[in-house]
């Protein structure tokens, strides 16, 4: 059985799917628009947020999960990649996950955080973004509790992560220019140090997060409506 609910365990596991669900309850815990549900005490969750679904399966039942998400009919799909594959077949991407320790001492000399600029970069580099009015209240109010962390380099390069207890996601990283990349992610992995940092990527682009210390741990589905 699927039921909503108003409370959610700590994030246990380096999981992308649930520690994006978490990230969103701690923001939005208090917001009666934004929904989170549990199916038969923690073998799946799931949460949505503005048409966005992302779903966590634990060993849950994955035909009521697909039939209780086509109800949603959401816009957009990420999480457990049997989860999502049961909801969109054939349809479904592929992403995966890397994950290191951030260890990182020191801090990275860049520009204060600035949502208009940081929307200008993302957008540059080919991100499908919201509204930027919806981007930068949600951008905003995770920056202003505390729970996200942004690195800007104005016109070079950005990179955005939330976090949760022991965990954080790297939720975009761009770069203008070569060596940049790099830049962004070494000072995310720096605002973060003493957590574990999960990044999901496409599979042609693992080499970058490798050479960086980051290690393959999972895989992840995710699917969006055309």
Same mark, same amino acid.
């Given at each position: 059985?699927?039921r909503l609910v108003?409370?959610?365990?700590a994030?246990?596991?380096?999981?992308?799917?649930?520690l994006?669900i978490?990230?969103?309850?701690?923001?939005?815990r208090?917001?009666r628009?934004?929904?989170?549900?549990e199916?038969?005490?923690?073998?799946a969750?799931?949460s949505?947020?503005?048409?966005?679904? #992302?779903?966590? @399966?634990a060993?849950?039942d994955? %035909?009521?999960? !697909?039939? +209780?998400?086509?109800?949603?009919a959401p816009?957009?799909?990420?999480g457990?990649e049997q989860a999502?594959r049961?909801?969109?077949?054939?349809e479904t991407?592929r992403?995966?996950?890397?994950?290191?320790?951030?260890?990182?001492?020191?801090? #990275?000399?860049g @520009?204060?955080p600035d949502?208009? %600029?940081?929307? !200008?970069? +993302?957008r540059a580099?080919g991100?499908?973004?919201?509204?930027?009015?919806?981007?930068?209240?949600d951008?905003?109010?995770r920056?202003?509790h505390?729970?996200a962390?942004c690195f800007?380099?104005?016109?070079k390069?950005?990179a955005?992560t939330?976090h949760?207890g022991?965990y954080?996601?790297l939720?975009g990283?761009?770069?203008?220019e070569k060596?940049?990349?790099s830049?962004?992610?070494c000072a995310?992995?720096?605002?973060?140090?003493?957590r574990?940092v999960?990044?999901c990527?496409?599979?042609?682009v693992?080499?970058?997060?490798?050479?960086?210390?980051f290690?393959k741990?999972d895989?992840?589905?995710?699917?969006?409506?055309?």
């Amino acid at each position: 059985m699927i039921r909503l609910v108003r409370d959610l365990p700590a994030v246990q596991a380096p999981s992308a799917a649930y520690l994006r669900i978490r990230c969103l309850f701690d923001a939005y815990r208090d917001d009666r628009d934004v929904m989170f549900w549990e199916q038969d005490g923690g073998k799946a969750y799931l949460s949505l947020a503005g048409g966005d679904l #992302t779903v966590y @399966d634990a060993g849950g039942d994955r %035909e009521e999960l !697909a039939r +209780f998400m086509r109800m949603l009919a959401p816009g957009s799909l990420f999480g457990s990649e049997q989860a999502v594959r049961a909801f969109a077949g054939e349809e479904t991407g592929r992403l995966t996950v890397m994950m290191r320790q951030a260890d990182l001492a020191g801090e #990275t000399p860049g @520009d204060l955080p600035d949502s208009g %600029e940081v929307y !200008a970069l +993302f957008r540059a580099g080919g991100f499908v973004l919201p509204p930027y009015p919806d981007f930068a209240v949600d951008f905003c109010r995770r920056l202003n509790h505390g729970l996200a962390d942004c690195f800007l380099w104005k016109e070079k390069c950005a990179a955005v992560t939330f976090h949760s207890g022991k965990y954080a996601l790297l939720c975009g990283i761009v770069s203008r220019e070569k060596g940049f990349g790099s830049r962004a992610l070494c000072a995310a992995i720096q605002q973060n140090r003493g957590r574990a940092v999960l990044a999901c990527c496409r599979e042609e682009v693992t080499g970058f997060y490798e050479k960086h210390g980051f290690k393959k741990t999972d895989h992840v589905g995710c699917w969006k409506k055309q």
